[in-house]
């Protein structure tokens, strides 16, 4: 008789971006990154490689809020962010933070439309260039308030890219 092999986990298949909500282990990134995974993980620069659950998402919006389950590890944590539920104006200044490779990468630009990909008007077009590991990541206005989170691009265009808006996000979570 054949002992029973171990079945063999893929470290890390997708990397991408998220941030902290509250200081209670609470996480927001795009539902895209994590679908289908077997394991989600997440570290930032004072917590190591920390599992987490899913709570929520809303794939109409591609969101998902996460939570570590190592309640003790998120305590201290000083959450820098707020959620803006403004409308922006078009052109406003707008920037980026993300992991699209192991260091942060800062973008910086505007709002190119009030609308996403064919008229979305969960979304907004931004002239910031995104990459794979910017989903997820927080879109700033120039107070530092969250007005999006990082969804995508369109391949065929450059310095292009997508986010869903914060009030969408604040309606989904509240609802």
Known sequence: VKAAEKPKYAPANFEGTGFAINNKGYLVTSLHMIKGADSIFVENGTTTRTL??????????DIAVLKIENEELSKGWSVPFVFSN????????????????????????SLSSLNGFKGDTTMYQISIPVNPGNSGGPLLDEQGA????VRGKITSAEATGFAVKSKEIINTINA
């Open 52 to 61: 987490t659950k899913l709570v929520f998402s809303d794939p109409s919006i």
């Open 86 to 109: 403004r409308t922006l104006d078009l052109g406003e200044k707008v920037y980026t933070l993300g992991y699209p490779r192991e260091d942060v990468v800062y973008g910086e630009g």
């Open 146 to 149: 969250v007005v999006g989170l």
